[in-house]
């Protein structure tokens, strides 16, 4: 399955609202899509996206932070698993299970301790902290070939900055979903983060 590189964060989604929203994003052309376990019934809604949506999207989970976590995802069907730091038992776990692997990472150190532990991507978060300064210096010494996300503070107003430092892609969090968000609003900001996503990627 080919995706574009932008991952759809759905923090506090609900398991009532996932199969819209995700239907929402996969139709604006977003189909990477992220549950974080610290939303309400996570597992729920990642095995309710993985088993009705499986065939159009890659379903996974954000803010793993253990091995008991990891293996949680696997069992409800998710494909790629997200962690706020660089953890190597969860990465390396993570690989074992034959899932992708995107974790966290804010210096040199971290980035180098993931690629050693298999990582599929690096995460760049928060990526306002860092700025695109911040990560272009960084992707200097990184593999070429690996892929890195601009997470947290990355929109379409600034994927063209992203984009030059050396991203890959994008993680988008509040800007994708908020609680409360019905599916057209996610529809309408999905369209427009695609928009700019392809442009850029055109540029």
């Keep these: ?51 009705t949506l499986g065939d159009e999207a890659a379903i996974g989970a954000g803010t793993v932070l253990s091995k008991k976590h990891v293996w949680a995802v696997s069992d409800a069907g998710g ?14 776990e993570t690989v074992r299970l034959q899932m992708l692997s995107y974790p966290g990472v804010f210096t040199p150190t971290d980035a180098f301790r993931a690629i050693k532990a298999g990582a599929t991507g690096l995460k760049f978060f928060p990526a306002e902290v860092l700025g695109p300064k911040g990560i272009k210096a960084m992707k200097a010494v990184l593999p070429p070939e690996l892929p890195v996300y601009a997470v947290g503070g990355a929109n379409p107003d600034n994927f063209g900055e992203y984009f ?6 994008f993680g988008l969090g509040t800007y994708i979903y908020k609680p409360g968000m019905d599916a057209a609003q996610v529809a309408e900001r999905a369209a427009a983060a695609v928009a700019a996503y392809d442009a850029g990627k055109a540029a």
């Excluded at 929203?21 to 899509?33: E, F, N, Q, R, S």
């Excluded at 030059?164 to 892609?169: E, I, K, Q």
């Design 164 to 169: 030059a430092a050396g991203c890959t892609g």
């Design 79 to 92: 494909t790629f698993v997200v962690s706020p730091d660089t953890n190597k038992q969860v990465i390396e």
């Design 1 to 51: 399955m080919d995706h574009r590189h932008i991952i759809a964060i759905l923090r506090g989604i609900t398991p009532n609202e996932t199969l819209d929203v995700c239907k929402a994003l996969i139709a604006a052309g977003i189909t990477m899509i992220e549950v974080p376990l610290n939303s309400p019934d996570a597992l729920t809604s990642i095995a309710l996206a993985s088993n």
